[in-house]
Nanobody
Framework: QVQLVESGGGLVQPGGSLRLSCAAS?????ISWHRQAPGKQREWVAG???????NYANSVKGRFTISRDNAKNTVYLQMDSLKPEDTAVYYC??????WGQGTQVTVSS
């Protein structure tokens, strides 16, 4: 099973930006990003297919951009215009149930 490792989280002020990375130990097809805020269920954020087609949750559309570098087996999530409600642990996922360990994103002044 391909191992997924997220990185790039941190503390940022509202309106700021972060770029998350999901590095895979091997080649990957479709990848999705999800997030889980304290006390809430994990929710889907964005997805990208092996061919590069993308989809976004309405809550992040126009602010987040998912992309991939197949040569590096890495998928990125560029997050702009961040809001406090974007605070969560962000996870990448491949296949039916292959998850990374997550990276914390905190948006606060």
């Amino acid at each position: 099973q391909v191992q997924l490792v997220e990185s790039g989280g941190g503390l940022v002020q509202p309106g700021g930006s972060l770029r998350l990375s999901c590095a895979a130990s091997g080649s990957i097809d479709s990848i999705s990003w999800h997030r889980q805020a304290p006390g809430k269920q994990r929710e889907w954020v964005a997805g990208i297919t092996g061919g590069g087609s993308t989809n976004y949750a309405n809550s992040v559309k126009g602010r987040f951009t998912i992309s991939r570098d197949n040569a590096k087996n890495t998928v990125y999530l560029q997050m702009d215009s961040l809001k406090p409600e974007d605070t969560a642990v962000y996870y990448c996922k491949s296949g039916l149930n292959n998850w990374g360990q997550g990276t914390q994103v905190t948006v606060s002044s």
